[in-house]
Nanobody, 121 residues
Framework: VQLQASGGGVVQAGGSLRLSCTAS??????????WIWYRQAPGKQRDFVAS????????NYADSVKGRFTIARDNAKKLAYLEMNNLKSEDTAVYYC?????????????WGQGTLVTVSS
């Protein structure tokens, strides 16, 4: 199983970007139990941004992005999105996706490679 994050780029403050995280190498019968986005700004630790469960669609957001970011999923396509609006310079970071994937009784976490978001002021 591999995760591929995409959609990063350079955007002006106040603008929007949509990140995607796609799971590939999936075998029949797997369940993606949770999608989580993190970000890591230069010189800082990796921080939680948003999460979404597969079954109930329960979402959680970091306070810094509430009301501006939206996490969503497409179960059929096995991907998740992070819609980012009203971007600020402090949102500049490498964004990483993580998926908690269950195969039979085994649950493992998989990470994408990261996609860079740069917000210019």
């Amino acid at each position: 199983v591999q995760l591929q994050a995409s959609g990063g780029g350079v955007v002006q403050a106040g603008g929007s970007l949509r990140l995607s995280c796609t799971a590939s190498g999936i075998i029949f019968g797997i369940k993606i139990k949770e999608w989580i986005w993190y970000r890591q700004a230069p010189g800082k630790q990796r921080d939680f941004v948003a999460s979404l469960t597969e079954d109930g669609g329960s979402t959680n957001y970091a306070d810094s992005v509430k009301g501006r970011f939206t996490i969503a999923r497409d179960n059929a396509k096995k991907l998740a999105y992070l819609e980012m609006n009203n971007l600020k310079s402090e949102d500049t970071a490498v964004y990483y996706c993580k998926a908690s994937i269950q195969v039979l009784l085994d649950v493992r976490n998989y990470w994408g490679q990261g996609t860079l978001v740069t917000v210019s002021s």
